[in-house]
């Protein structure tokens, strides 16, 4: 299973995803965490499970309905964000399903870890 891990290195509140990877791949080493950029080319996968931060999280949740959170409008490019590339490619029927862990910047770990557990 390929587990995409979205993140800013550089943004304190956009880095816990990226900062959590080296304990999460010793925790699941039979999943491959694969670091992406979500504004450029999505993984050419059906059916996608990302890591990414949700700003104003208050805890860490599951989410399997792009169209429940995301309802971003796109006025240009600079608007075009991972919500949006993926309704764009689950239009374009080459996305079946997606989940998105999604992580405060001030998330657990072990909340993190609990969540990938269920993951089937």
């Given at each position: 299973m390929n587990i995409y891990v979205c993140g800013n290195p550089l943004v304190?509140?956009?880095?816990?995803?990226?900062?959590?990877?080296?304990?999460?791949?010793?925790?699941?080493?039979?999943?491959?965490?694969?670091?992406?950029?979500?504004?450029?080319?999505?993984?050419?996968?059906?059916?996608?499970?990302?890591?990414?931060?949700?700003?104003?999280?208050?805890?860490?949740?599951?989410?399997?309905?792009?169209?429940?959170f995301t309802e971003t409008k796109a006025l240009s490019l600079h608007d075009f964000d991972l919500g949006l590339n993926l309704k764009?490619?689950?239009?374009?029927?080459?996305?079946?399903?997606?989940?998105?862990?999604?992580?405060?910047?001030?998330?657990?770990?072990?909340?993190?870890?609990?969540?990938?557990?269920?993951?089937?």
């Amino acid at each position: 299973m390929n587990i995409y891990v979205c993140g800013n290195p550089l943004v304190k509140e956009d880095c816990l995803p990226l900062r959590i990877l080296p304990e999460l791949k010793r925790k699941f080493p039979e999943i491959n965490f694969v670091e992406f950029e979500p504004t450029e080319d999505l993984p050419k996968e059906e059916n996608l499970i990302i890591i990414d931060t949700v700003i104003n999280a208050k805890d860490v949740a599951l989410f399997d309905d792009i169209d429940k959170f995301t309802e971003t409008k796109a006025l240009s490019l600079h608007d075009f964000d991972l919500g949006l590339n993926l309704k764009l490619a689950k239009k374009l029927k080459k996305l079946k399903s997606v989940r998105i862990i999604g992580v405060p910047p001030n998330g657990s770990v072990d909340k993190v870890c609990s969540v990938i557990s269920g993951l089937e």
